[in-house]
């Protein structure tokens, strides 16, 4: 089993940044393809962000718009997201997500190992 645990969440003003983070347990971290996705009140959960498994490629949802930036720090067993010019419509429970494989992928269906998540609430 892998065990993923987010951090990095808060409260932000609009145009801020965050650093989310999610460290890996239990497996080889550079197995994995990693992933974000986010969920905001009401909605659905939504991709967000991938990058392979040494982190020679990465794909991004249409809404990041060039502020996110995957990256992975595979002798850490971390993930992260850093997010700059937040926006109130980033809100939500981000989360990462492990998929054992060497492919890229944008749907959560396709993700074997979750994390619980962190909050982010951007002000506007």
């Known amino acids: 089993q892998v065990q993923l645990v987010e951090s990095g969440g808060g409260l932000v003003q609009a145009g801020g940044s965050l650093r989310l983070s999610c460290v890996t347990s239990?497996?080889?971290?550079?197995?994995?393809?990693m992933g974000w996705f986010r969920q905001a009140p009401g909605k659905e959960r939504e991709f967000v962000a991938v990058i392979s498994r040494y982190g020679g490629t990465t794909n991004y949802a249409d809404f990041v718009e060039g502020r996110f930036t995957i990256s992975r720090e595979n002798a850490k067993n971390t993930l992260y997201l850093q997010m700059d010019d937040l926006k109130s419509i980033d809100t939500g429970v981000y989360y990462c997500?492990?998929?054992?494989?060497?492919?890229?992928?944008?749907?959560?269906?396709?993700?074997?190992?979750w994390g619980q998540g962190t909050q982010v609430t951007v002000s506007s």
């Open positions: 997500a492990a998929r054992f494989s060497t492919f890229i992928a944008r749907s959560q269906k396709d993700y074997h190992y």
């Open positions: 239990g497996r080889t971290f550079s197995d994995y393809t």
